[in-house]
């Protein structure tokens, strides 16, 4: 398996910020129209990590208008740009699934610090 | 059109200059080594013979380890036979390495042997649809249904497909792209799947435009 690493170091981000399911964060996301570049912004919370390596992942949940929106994303894409935490979470989980099913002052209250 | 041996490693995705995410397998391909040259005048057909992975001195019998000598290579685990080289551009002897055979982009094909999935219904087979779960059925689930008609032919026709060994047979997998080479670790990465168990031996050939 070395070998398969060695081929997958050469793309893997190595600066990285740490955070887990149930932090707050916001993603910056390059977006390629035509031949226009642009960084779209994506704020939630983590509510999973998956797979390790370069085939990493990662989901985010936000509320946008009232609708649940979840993304997930590739933890070492080259199309990612900063990851910023906002707000670590305390949270008993590594997969906050059931925060789909919660309020917005109820996620509040899971994953606030306190 | 020419080829390589080599080895599957196993699979994983990398990204492309536009980010997006490819799944490809890693294959150890060569050095593979000219062992040696099949000519038309001596044996009527006109192939290159490569020797891929080292073998120990002692594992090697007495007549390989001649023909071996002979070419001036260290001992080999695999074979193979390539007529797809031009055989008056090779030498006895001479290192074979992926990067002069291919490039990235190349449209190849890879062949190996496929994973054994020993005695297997029609089912998963031959993509049988199997029978209907409810209507009255009992256990026609996975059953293949008519296998012929009655007293002509009275027999059963030759080719029917029906339940039996599967796998472990020789796969070719065609139009499959060449993404990276890593020349130092003699890698090679190719868009897709191929046959095989990891760490098992397959042919990559290049195909012709």
């Known amino acids: 398996m070395d070998k398969l690493k060695l081929v997958e170091a050469t793309q893997m981000k190595s600066n990285l910020p740490q955070f887990k399911a149930g932090d707050t964060i916001n993603v910056q996301v390059r977006v390629i129209e035509g031949d226009k570049e642009r960084t779209q912004q994506f704020q939630g919370v983590v509510i999973g990590r998956h797979g390790d390596g370069l085939r990493a992942t990662f989901t985010v949940r936000k509320i946008s208008n009232g609708v649940g929106v979840e993304r997930i994303f590739p933890l070492h894409s080259p199309r990612l740009g900063k990851i910023e935490v906002l707000k670590v979470g305390r949270v008993r989980r590594a997969k906050m699934y059931y925060l789909r099913t919660l309020a917005a002052k109820q996620i509040r209250q899971k994953t606030s610090a306190d | ?209």
């Open chain 2, 1 to 209: 059109m020419s080829g390589i041996l080599g080895k599957k490693i196993g699979m994983t995705s990398v990204f492309d200059d536009k980010g997006e995410s490819i799944p490809c397998t890693i294959i150890e391909a060569g050095p593979c080594y000219v062992t040696q040259i099949k000519t038309k005048e001596k044996d009527g057909y006109e192939a290159v013979q490569l020797a891929f992975e080292e073998k120990k001195e002692r594992r090697v019998n007495k007549p390989l380890s001649g023909h071996f000598k002979k070419a001036g290579v260290s001992p080999k685990k695999l074979m193979c036979e390539f007529r797809t080289f031009d055989i008056s551009k090779f030498q006895i002897g001479t290192e074979i390495k992926i990067e002069t055979l291919f490039s990235k982009g190349d449209q190849v094909s890879v062949s190996g042997t496929s994973k054994g999935r020993g005695f297997q219904g029609v089912v998963k087979r031959h993509h049988f649809g199997g029978g209907s779960k409810t209507h009255g059925q009992s256990d026609r689930v996975r059953a293949p249904g008519s296998i012929g008609s009655s007293s002509y032919p009275s027999r059963v026709f030759k080719g029917q497909r029906m339940a039996g060994r599967m796998g472990g047979e020789q796969i070719t997998v065609k139009n499959l792209r060449v993404v990276q080479i890593i020349p130092e670790s003699n890698l090679v990465l190719i868009s897709g799947s191929v046959p095989g168990f990891n760490n098992s031996y397959v042919e990559i050939l290049k195909e012709i435009k």
